[in-house]
């Protein structure tokens, strides 16, 4: 009678693991890719907030990125002090990949210019970005300037 029952609490045990196998395998090739999305107010200041989104579609376009962002800025309490200036923010740019190396500049990346996301056109999935990794969004106007003169203020 016991090793029927011990039978039967290992037959539930390898079918519950071979379910959270497969559970798992959709995850990772539905939309379940998270990516942060660094928004940048001010660099001198390294004024910054993070905006982690979830279940994000790597076949939707720059463009539909940039547009999520900004209605996610114009809807969450959270970044109520980023509403005024939203309307400047126009580049993003791969801050870091998963499993890289981070930049040195706590703020932005200042290396790697084939980084940035500048066709509204083109997909996430056609620039290499994947899950997890962190992006920003700032001016491009105000961080030509900050290039010139890194310079931190605060």
Known sequence: ???????????RQVSTQSTGI???KEMANSNGNTLTIRIIRSLEYRNLKNMILHDVDLSCTV??????????????????PFRPVI????????FHRPHSYKP????INL????????????TLNDYGIESETEISYYNHDEFEKYRSNPEVKW
């Open 1 to 11: 009678v016991r090793s029927s029952a011990a039978s039967d609490v290992y037959k």
């Open 22 to 24: 497969e559970k798992f």
């Open 63 to 80: 463009k539909q990125l940039k547009e999520r962002i900004h209605k996610e800025i114009q809807t969450l309490p959270a970044y109520l």
């Open 87 to 94: 309307s400047k923010f126009d580049t993003l740019k791969v």
């Open 104 to 107: 040195n500049n706590l703020i």
């Open 111 to 122: 290396e790697n210019d084939d980084w940035v996301l500048g066709d509204d056109n083109k």
